[in-house]
């Protein structure tokens, strides 16, 4: 049972703000699947996406997502489409908490909108981003705990989780 904690959310949530944040705050270690992904085809997010396409990187984020799956006493970041996938789905419920970090499109739009390392925000406008959103929520319900992170420092979300799970968090020890 590996009893770590997982972020789910849309781009601009705060999955590796927040993540980074907690994980020091627990003397957890701290995971990100697309740098994982990064890491292992030696390019960014956007390279990736523009060179080998979207399809690739799902399937090489899932390889990520197995290997974080199994860890021990991590919280993880996961990157916004990782939940698109059935199988990364099973293995990020499996013994661990998972948290949606809940974000309104406007947000996104500011947190994420002007990085250019997100290929899926490329030349897209507000309502194509707010369209996206509203697909991908579905696949995000299946966590334990929703957090809105809206007009919230990211602390202050680490602490909301922390609170939302010390029970859990108590029987880990």
Not at 129 to 148: Q, V
């Amino acid at each position: 049972m590996p009893g770590n904690i997982v972020l789910i959310g849309f781009m601009g949530s705060g999955k590796t703000t927040v993540g980074r944040l907690l994980a020091r705050d627990l003397g957890w270690s701290f995971l990100d699947t697309d740098t994982m992904v990064e890491e292992r085809l030696g390019l960014p997010v956007k390279e990736i996406f523009a060179r080998e396409g979207e399809e690739f990187f799902r399937e090489v984020e899932k390889e990520a997502v197995a290997r974080v799956a199994t860890a021990r006493q991590a919280v993880i970041a996961t990157g916004g489409g990782a939940v698109l996938c059935g199988v990364n789905v099973k293995l990020l419920r499996e013994g661990n908490k998972v948290v949606w970090l809940q974000v309104r499109p406007e947000t996104a739009l500011k947190r994420a909108g002007l990085d250019d390392s997100r290929p899926l925000l490329q030349g897209r406008e507000p309502r194509d981003i707010a369209a996206l959103l509203r697909r991908r929520e579905p696949y995000y319900a299946f966590a334990d705990i929703y957090i809105d992170t809206d007009g919230k420092e990211a602390a202050a979300v680490a602490r909301e989780i922390k609170e939302a799970l010390k029970a859990w968090l108590e029987s880990l020890t």
